[in-house]
């Protein structure tokens, strides 16, 4: 069955320290990925997909298809990184959350 | 991100009634979605729709009832409302595929914040 997740619920970290959000998958075919973003009292936004190999904001993911892990990393933390992270998959039509991972960036 | 818009933003009901969440986007998407944010969970879908007059559920429709006359206009009902339905609820809008990949992401409504008590 597809699933995602996230296993750290809460990460915090110091200003200019790495971040590593991490997401595991579960899924039969060839996975589409995506991370997303909930900033305090703002709706959820595109951060980045796997497809695109794109940086968002200083932030990365690659897509590791024998660990089955879509990471998001960013090498320095900003106080404006405090936020939720959803990884996704989308299966079908629909996307299936992780239950997300809290970013707090202490200064 | 204005597209898309979810009425009421906040509502407080008592449990057996039924209350109903609206749900607009002006970008023609064809489908559209509804999640609830419970801490823990993450985001859980309700139904979706890939178009007018076709709806689908998702991991959790219990209690949920949706319908889609209008391609801009996808309400969800909670039919006899229940404390374990206070949420936060997202209205989420998508274009379509194209050449059998997703062509686009979803983009989502401010939510709702619903408390049943």
């Known amino acids: 069955a597809q699933r995602v997740t996230q296993p750290e619920k809460l990460l915090s970290v110091f200003k200019g320290a790495p971040v590593e959000l991490k997401c595991n998958y579960s899924?039969?075919?060839?996975?589409?990925l995506f991370w997303y973003v909930q900033y305090s009292r703002q709706r959820l936004q595109l951060l980045l997909r796997?497809?695109s190999r794109e940086s968002i904001k200083g932030f990365t993911a690659d897509l590791n298809k024998g660990e089955t892990s879509f990471h998001l990393k960013k090498p320095f933390a900003q106080e404006e990184d405090s936020a939720m992270y959803y990884c996704?998959?989308?299966?079908?039509?629909?996307?299936?959350f992780g239950a997300g991972t809290i970013l707090r960036v202490k200064s | 991100d204005a597209g898309i818009t979810q009425s009421p933003r906040y509502k407080i009901t008592e449990t057996g009634r039924q209350v109903t969440l609206m749900c607009h986007q002006t970008?023609?998407?064809?489908?559209m979605f509804w999640y609830r944010q419970d801490l823990g969970h993450g985001l859980r879908l309700i139904y979706y729709?890939?178009?007018?007059?076709?709806?689908d559920k998702g991991e959790v429709p219990d209690g949920y009832v949706v319908s889609r006359s209008k391609t801009e206009n996808f309400p969800l009902t909670l039919e006899s409302a229940t404390r374990s339905q206070t949420s936060v609820y997202f209205c989420?809008?998508?274009?379509?595929?194209?050449?059998?990949?997703?062509?686009?992401?979803?983009?989502f409504g401010p939510g709702t914040r619903l408390t049943v008590l």
């Open positions: 729709s890939a178009a007018a007059d076709i709806t």
């Open positions: 989420a809008s998508r274009q379509g595929r194209a050449g059998g990949r997703v062509k686009d992401t979803q983009y």
């Open positions: 996704a998959l989308n299966h079908g039509n629909k996307l299936v």
């Open positions: 899924y039969s075919g060839s996975p589409e």
């Open positions: 970008w023609s998407h064809s489908y």
């Open positions: 796997h497809i």
